[in-house]
């Protein structure tokens, strides 16, 4: 994690005058550049190669329960570059039924002294469509892809039913899962559909049409993405929705509308739109997590996700009862050292546990 720390991190975060939007599109161009060069990410896939660490989890195979947050990769441009990176699943989106440009810039914020991002993009990508024609020409990937899916932002939210059914629809082929987005703060009106009622509605919608999709096989998985702002009372009803609906898991959590845990010298430069991650999010996210594991007596798989920077944040989030795990600020402050770091740190314990290591943090099935 050194070489990250002390010389790439430093020039990614001096590219295009400090603009951080700038350094992520430059980032990602490399990568999808790498993505094209299949000896070198053969070379990286055994310098990151993850070890003992594949579990199965909701029926899907994973080499690593180490995956890519969504957000990173909207359009899944580098999804042959994740997996060289030490990632064992990649989740691409939120993506929305209409293409759209997202909010205006500035949208994205790097907060280093409190090792956090804010961001309010806006959902920006080049639409269901786009995303499905992309996968199909990419072919098999070598990990797991999972699908996030959310409401365009000119949808009006009585028809948000309609919408995410038909990016599912169009989609579903190319996913291994879909995660159904409720939880970004930054599209207007969207955590309105974490209402029980609504949410329902819209479980039962996306259920039926997964069915229907898969014919004589079993409907491929459907997770939900949960914010981390609700209440425990709330989130007992969105899984017991979860529960009685077939949604085969929860990603637990989203950014943050809480303006905890910023350093006193960054305080001031934090907008009051967008949503919070990294570390000022690690320790609600594992509050969840656990309350989610306890809730469903470990029923429900749950991909762990929030302010994950240290080996010992990932451990910890698995021992609440995380089958799964996601980063996305902690590849931006330590990068791809962090991923291998946790996959090691797994394989270890794996080595002592015997073959269940992972498996026995509980929630996989
Ligand atoms: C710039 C940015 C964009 C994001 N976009 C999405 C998104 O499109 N869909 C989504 O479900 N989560 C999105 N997220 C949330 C992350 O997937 C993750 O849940 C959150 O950042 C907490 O994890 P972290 O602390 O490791 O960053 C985004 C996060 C960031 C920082």
Redesign the pocket.
């Known amino acids: 994690m050194t070489a990250y720390r002390w010389l790439i991190r430093p020039a990614l975060f001096r590219l295009g005058g400090g603009n951080p939007e700038a350094a992520h599109e430059w980032t990602l161009s490399r990568l999808e550049q790498l993505s094209r060069h299949p000896r070198l990410l053969a070379a990286l896939r055994r310098w990151h190669a993850p070890g003992e660490t594949a579990s199965t989890v909701f029926g899907v195979r994973f080499p690593s329960p180490v995956g890519l ?3 990173m990769d ?1 359009d899944g441009r580098a999804l042959r570059a994740w997996p060289a990176l030490g990632f064992g699943f990649t989740e691409v ?2 993506v929305t039924w209409r293409p759209q440009p997202g909010n205006p810039r500035p949208r ?1 914020f790097r907060l280093p002294a409190s090792e956090a ?1 804010v ?1 309010w ?1 806006g ?1 920006n990508n080049h639409g269901a469509a786009a995303l499905a024609a992309r996968l199909k020409t990419l072919g098999p990937l070598p990990t797991p892809l999972g699908i ?1 899916l959310g409401k365009s932002k000119l949808t009006p939210l009585e028809n948000a039913v309609d919408d995410y059914v038909a990016s599912l629809r169009v989609l579903y082929p190319h996913g291994d899962y879909f995660a159904i ?1 409720v939880s ?1 703060p930054n599209t207007p009106g969207l955590r309105w559909l974490q209402d029980r009622a609504q949410f329902a509605e819209l479980i039962g919608a996306l259920r039926l049409e997964a069915r229907a999709l898969a014919g004589d096989r079993p409907p491929k998985p459907l997770l939900v ?1 949960v914010a981390p702002d609700l209440a425990e009372s709330a989130i007992g009803g969105l899984l017991q929705v979860c529960q009685e609906g077939g949604v085969a898991g929860v990603i637990a ?3 943050t509308i809480g303006r905890d845990g910023i350093a006193a010298a960054e305080a001031g430069l934090v907008s009051e739109a967008g949503g919070l ?2 570390r000022p ?1 690690t320790l609600r996210a594992l509050q969840v997590v656990r309350f989610i594991h306890r809730e469903t007596g470990g029923a429900l798989p749950i991909v762990g ?4 920077l240290e080996v010992d944040d990932a451990l910890r989030m698995l021992d609440a009862g995380a089958s799964l795990l ?5 590849m931006i402050y330590r990068g791809p050292g962090l991923v291998r770091g946790i996959n090691r740190a797994l394989a270890r314990r794996a080595v002592g546990n015997g073959p269940a290591g992972v498996s026995a943090s509980g929630g996989n099935s």
């Not at 996700?305 to 994950?308: H, N, P, S, T």
């Not at 996601?326 to 902690?330: E, K, N, W």
């Open positions: 947050a969504a957000g909207k989106g939120t994205l991002i961001n993009m959902f996030s987005n970004s993405k959590t989203n950014t991650s990294g999010l996700v929030g302010g994950i996601q980063l996305y600020s902690g």
